[in-house]
């Protein structure tokens, strides 16, 4: 945690979330449903941001990166193909006296511990010290294998041949479309497929608000490469992906990677580094980067009988490409954003009491200063990028001049127009939601054509003539 960070907790974070629409508990009317979330104005506003600044880097701004779109169902045969019909499993176990279900592995994990293999190599079994978190019962069943997949049906007949799966991750979309996607996308090896979009997972238990949900959005990078080039691009996709965690404001002090020792690679992987952030419970994933060598393409090819092979001009060779992917959550990504950008504050009354500084949280406000809560996003994740604001509501001629910015502003973002109440609670609305600018029109405004453009973070106010908002604005959004 760095020394300027404030200690954000948990229920600091869901309150102000649902109190200013970032995010709600899915269902919420009937009771909820666990491990489903809905995004609100807000957090829909950010969720788009976090997407568009992903696209941008990985697809629009690269020549080698074209963009793909497929369907969340897809053949049932490519569940057996990607292994994730045998093997997609968590290690679950039933408390006998409570009834409740939890993840092995997380039991032992919140406990220090690590799950144990039993005599035969392959069985889990649970430590002896593990308890029910519930209940504190020792009376558990041992761990078994639990598929994460959720099973659907095609069409209207109910019986085997119409079971199918919601997509737990978007890859496989990517990977069974490579052939037609090489043969349209003028592309030679090495070149990429982008794509953001919904998977779902029937997770044992969803918690940490939506860190762990049962249906959130990926976004993935297959980047196609020749044999052989797999860890020079592995670390190319590491570096490329922690520059651009940074540049949505999230600090390189909060940032971790977690390299795969050998012993925990998948089979077929020859490396994968985990992206992780300090999460206020804990410091946990946001992305996995992996080398994949050609286990996808070789498995489809031999699944569907296809042929997942490219022809080399140069060399005259036929090969099956190995492949480096970049797999990213948008929820925890929306979620690290929301986290480090929640701060409270002890704003002076004016400034001869002092200067702005950081709450001490449960402390009380200090004589002379009045709190804050503050979302410092960094402008190009915010949801609303300025709010516009009359001095006055009842006089016409600045109502109109600001309903004239206003209008001219929404064109090139999401921006807020708001006449009630002082402009200090008026301002105080918009650092809780994150608004970098606030602009304020006032009898100046009508003489000069300037408004009063206040920086979030700062709350220092500039004038600015009219005519450059859009670029003072725009400059700090691409930052
Ligand atoms: P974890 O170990 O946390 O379950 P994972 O390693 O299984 O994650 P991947 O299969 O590599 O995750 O998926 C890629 C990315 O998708 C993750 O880094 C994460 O950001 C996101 N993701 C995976 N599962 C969930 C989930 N249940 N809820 C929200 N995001 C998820």
């Known amino acids: 945690m760095n020394a300027t960070s404030y200690p954000v907790t948990m229920d600091l974070l869901t309150a102000l979330c649902k109190r200013r629409g970032f995010i709600f508990q899915g269902s919420e009317i009937y009771g909820g449903l666990n491990g489903f979330w809905d995004y609100g104005p807000l957090g829909c506003e950010l969720k788009r941001n976090v997407r568009s600044a992903w696209w941008q880097t990985v697809v629009q701004e690269r020549d080698d990166v074209v963009g793909l779109d497929a369907a969340i169902i897809m ?16 290690p679950m176990v ?4 409570c009834r409740k279900r939890f993840r092995a592995d997380q039991l032992c994990e919140d406990l220090g511990l690590k799950l144990e293999t039993g005599p035969d190599g392959k069985t889990l079994v649970l430590p002896a010290s593990v308890v029910c978190p519930a209940c504190a019962s020792k009376d558990l069943t041992p761990p078994r294998a639990f598929n994460l997949m959720f099973k659907t049906f095609v069409g209207p007949v109910e019986d085997d041949s119409a079971v199918t799966y919601l997509r737990p991750e978007t890859a496989q979309g990517i990977f069974a479309q490579f052939p037609n996607v090489y043969s349209v996308a003028r592309q030679k090896i090495p ?53 651009w965690y940074r540049s949505i404001g999230l600090p390189e002090g909060r940032l971790h990677r977690y390299v795969y020792p050998a012993k925990e690679l998948a089979h077929y992987a020859s490396a994968c580094t985990d992206v ?48 480096v992917e970049p797999s990213a ?29 950081m709450a001490e949280p449960g402390a009380p406000v200090p004589a002379g200063f009045e709190a804050r809560t503050v979302m410092g996003f960094h402008p190009r994740m915010a949801p609303v990028k300025a709010a516009i604001f009359p001095l006055m509501k009842n006089k016409p001629e600045l109502v109109n001049k600001a309903q004239d910015v206003y209008r001219a502003l929404r064109k090139k973002w999401p921006v807020f127009y708001d006449q009630t109440g002082a402009i200090g609670r008026r301002y105080r609305r918009q650092d809780e939601i994150g608004t970098p600018f606030g602009i304020t029109v006032d009898f100046q ?34 930052s």
């Open 445 to 478: 405004t009508l003489e000069d054509g300037t408004v009063t453009l206040r920086d979030r973070d700062s709350m220092k106010q500039d004038r600015v003539p009219t005519e450059e908002l859009i670029s003072r604005i725009d400059a700090a959004v691409t």
């Open 94 to 97: 039933d408390c006998r006296a």
């Open 329 to 357: 959550g948008v929820d925890r990504i929306v979620l690290a954003v929301l986290c480090e950008a929640y701060r409270e504050e002890w704003i002076p009354k004016d400034s001869a009491t002092g200067v702005l500084r």
């Open 191 to 243: 070149f990429g497929i982008a794509q953001i979009g919904k998977a779902f997972r029937n997770e044992i238990n969803p918690r940490n608000y939506t860190f762990r949900s049962r249906e959130f959005e990926q976004m993935e990078l297959e980047f196609f490469i020749e044999p052989g080039t797999d860890a020079e691009w592995h670390e190319t996709w590491v570096a490329e992906r922690l520059r």
């Open 75 to 90: 053949h049932p045969r490519t569940w057996e193909a990607s292994g994730h019909l045998q093997g997609f499993t968590d």
């Open 276 to 323: 992780l952030y300090d999460f206020p419970f804990g410091t946990q994933e946001l992305e996995g980067i992996a080398a994949r060598g050609n286990f996808d393409l070789s498995r489809h090819q031999e699944y569907s009988g296809k042929s997942m092979e490219v022809f080399d001009e140069e060399t005259q060779k036929r090969f099956i490409p190995h492949v």
